[in-house]
């Protein structure tokens, strides 16, 4: 088994008869999504994708994910929220936070589109001179505004390097099947595209072709993250809330959060998960905070953040609960040397593996923690394998979707991002806006 919930270290946050009197409702919750009869449901496409998924378009994204892999030195992933979340997050967990730096890893990968910040732009155009380039352009609606200024300049530079032709052979586009300006545009040029499905959002779509052709140009096997998911699907896909690690997940947020633990942190124990955590925080809190309701996804990574947030955590405000991810074994095997003079008086631990002393860091942390009235999830993950990936997308996106309807929310839409995305487009003078945009200015002349 890949991934397993230990409730060991929520005694006395969570009374021994809690989760199963929360039972009927969670049920319903389950209920909601299994049968698709919620707010929202349109969006349920990633709840079958593990086994429906389309074989064609799969065998098209390793044959591209091949032939990039062949052509360049960087590929670019242009994308935004759970448009290169998913990807990023899997290039690190599988294989490392510092991917581009390692030897014999080619095509880097480097992720643009993602902020606005010239300096980012500016960096990444520097790394990419006199390098061969392949792009993956990720927008779902085609529209928005950091990933098509993006565009538009690596277009240009790949344009120029190559000719139109050329370029046209680098330029891979995942967006809407039929709509949107970024299908108009790469049906017209001739760019090979790939679909982000009409039942899956952003923030779902890490197994769809969104994710899975930039984790394929990193050399990940994307065969074992589907079948993860799809033992993920078998395993939780049930409503039986004793034995169901994924519905007590969501059951156990949702009492400390009814408990006044209105603060969720995801902590991990590697820098391999830091983008992991990124993408669940959008993932629950794109889903979960909204009609002024649900619980504040934080992450941090240990041990290093328990030399800055560990004092809050230890003895701040208790409005907080930890859910720990916690890798079982590591891939890669480092001995603390033996010393014959024992300076540092450390010989104690002499031929020891350092993913040893890591585990043992969790472990006393997880006691100091929970001795300074701060609640414990952990959830241990076998092994940081494509496979234990794929694993664990599935089981928070389904955690996330029940948790959402418990709540009583629709964990599928997302108004926030859209109010902000509307200012900015009225704001920066897109025809069509107009309307917005006055009162907009209008409102900057009052205030
Ligand atoms: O989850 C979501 O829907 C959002 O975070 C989107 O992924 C993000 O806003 C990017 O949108 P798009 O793919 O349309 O450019």
Known sequence: MSLKLNEKFLKGFIGPNEITSLAPQIK??????STRSGEGADYLGWLDLPVSYDREEFARIKDAAARIRNMCDILVVIGIGGSYLGSRAAIEFVKS????????????????????????????LKICEGKDLCVNIISKSGTTTEPAVTFRIFRELLEKKYGTEGARERIFATTDKARGTL???SDKVGYETFVVPDDVGGRYSVLTAVGLLPIACAGIDIDAMMRGAADARKKYMNADVETNDCLRYAAIRNI??????????LAAYDPAAQMFCEWWKQLYGESEGKDNKGLFPASVIF???LHSLGQFIQQGTRNIFETIIDFKTSPDAVKIPYDPENIDGLNFLAGEDIHNVNRTATLGTLIA??????PNVVLEIADRSAYSFGYAVYFFELACAVSGYLLGVNPFNQPGVEAYKINMFALLGKPGYEETR??????????
């Not at 319903?28 to 999504?33: K, R, S």
Request: no cysteine.
């Open 303 to 305: 041990s290093t953040d």
């Open 183 to 185: 299908k108009t545009f």
């Open 369 to 374: 923690h929970t001795d300074g009235g701060v």
């Open 256 to 265: 400390l959060y009814r408990k006044g633990k209105a603060t969720e942190i």
């Open 97 to 124: 936070p510092l991917y581009n730096s390692l030897p014999g890893n080619k095509p880097a990968v480097y992720f643009a589109g993602n902020t606005i910040s010239p300096s980012a732009l500016s960096d990444l």
């Open 438 to 447: 006055a009162n907009l200015s209008a409102r900057m002349q009052d205030e």
């Open 28 to 33: 319903t919750a389950y209920e909601t999504v």
